[in-house]
């Protein structure tokens, strides 16, 4: 399958603070999704981008699908404690119905 | 809309021995999806259903697993001859057959956690 490349892969912030992590992919995609998964719970969608160049807000959160339609970036401002969680980026390829996630971003928010 | 259902939460089970978990999709979905997550990583696809069909399989679904969805709504995964590379988070998730932009969004359920001792 295809392999995304999430980073940072943790981070440790204070509450306040704004927090941007990325994903790349060395192919084009026609989505990106950005899900948030709590500690024993499924993930939850947060924003889906459709075309590339897309900027797309839900909140404090802001995500931007890439010109290249190789990468996805995620942005959080003003973090609050109920941001902790891993956070991940998916896309689906064209003709598949699977997402391919990848491995997360692990974000702690200090008080 | 109660959005997707797993049950049971949490399975402890003893090597060999065999487990299902059962996932109830939105209601007015047609997609089914079971994924498998282990710690530190994101979820991996494992099988997909379109109403009662079963249309695609990854290579991680060995033959000691078995996925059913026979009448088109709730689904089983049947896990045999459980090992203890098996422990995982089992997740379920639900997509309309028509999203948005064509894009496949999936809600996922709160997942069925799998330890075999």
């Known amino acids: 399958g295809q392999q995304l490349n999430q980073s940072p892969q943790s981070m440790f912030i204070q509450e306040g603070e704004d927090v941007s992590m990325n994903c790349t992919s060395s192919?084009?995609?026609?989505?990106w999704l950005w899900y948030k998964q709590d500690p024993g719970e499924g993930p939850v969608l947060l924003i889906a981008l459709y075309k590339a160049g897309e900027l797309t807000s839900n909140g404090r959160l802001t995500a931007q699908f890439g010109i290249t339609r190789k990468d996805s970036f995620l942005n959080i401002s003003a973090s609050i404690p109920s941001d902790v969680g891993i956070y991940f980026c998916a896309h689906s390829g064209a003709g598949s119905y699977q997402l391919t996630f990848g491995k997360g971003t692990k974000l702690s928010v200090i008080p | 809309d109660t959005g997707v259902s797993q049950n049971p939460r949490h399975k402890i089970t003893k090597r060999g021995q065999n487990v299902t978990f059962r996932c109830d999709p939105i209601?007015?979905?047609?997609?089914l999806y079971w994924y498998r997550q282990t710690l530190g990583q994101g979820p991996e696809f494992l099988t997909y259903?379109?109403?009662?069909?079963?249309?695609?399989k990854s290579r991680l679904l060995s033959d000691r697993f078995s996925a059913e969805r026979p009448k088109g709504s709730f689904s089983t995964l049947e896990i045999q001859r459980t090992e203890q590379g098996d422990s995982a988070m089992y997740l379920c998730?639900?997509?309309?057959?028509?999203?948005?932009?064509?894009?496949?969004?999936?809600?996922f359920g709160a997942g069925s956690r799998l330890t075999v001792l």
């Open positions: 192919s084009i995609f026609n989505t």
């Open positions: 998730a639900s997509s309309a057959s028509i999203s948005h932009a064509g894009a496949n969004v999936l809600t």
């Open positions: 209601s007015e979905h047609n997609r």
């Open positions: 259903f379109q109403n009662e069909a079963q249309l695609e």
